[in-house]
């Protein structure tokens, strides 16, 4: 069985840092791309970040210029600088891994002074 673990989410000040991360491990055969949703409360889930097996990312605009995507084998990362109030949410793992789509359980981060 196919599992993507989050780490990373925390407390942090505006204006701080926080570096997510998410593993996939099990048996797998093909990852194509993995991306970072968020959810805030009373909201929906949208996209923050993705990228695919070959490098290619792409941002919502809000978070451009301050989140960087990036992987590894079989793990993306998410590296916040920046952070405002706004981005407090619950960051999701997400990918399609053996063309099933896959998430992660969620952690949370909360930006607040």
């Known amino acids: 069985q196919v599992q993507l673990v989050e780490s990373g989410g925390g407390l942090v000040q505006p204006g701080g840092s926080l570096r997510l991360s998410c593993a996939a491990s099990?048996?797998?055969?093909?990852?194509?791309?993995m991306n970072w949703y968020r959810q805030a409360p009373g909201k929906q889930r949208e996209l923050v970040a993705g990228?695919?097996?070959?490098?290619r990312t792409n941002y919502r605009d809000s978070v451009k210029g301050r989140f960087t995507i990036s992987n590894a084998k079989n793990a993306v990362y998410l590296q916040m600088n920046s952070l405002k109030p706004e981005d407090t949410a619950v960051y999701y793992c997400?990918?399609?891994?053996?063309?099933?789509?896959?998430w992660g359980q969620g952690t949370q981060v909360t930006v607040s002074s």
């Open positions: 990228i695919t097996r070959y490098g």
């Open positions: 099990g048996i797998i055969f093909n990852i194509n791309t």
């Open positions: 997400n990918a399609k891994i053996n063309t099933v789509d896959s």
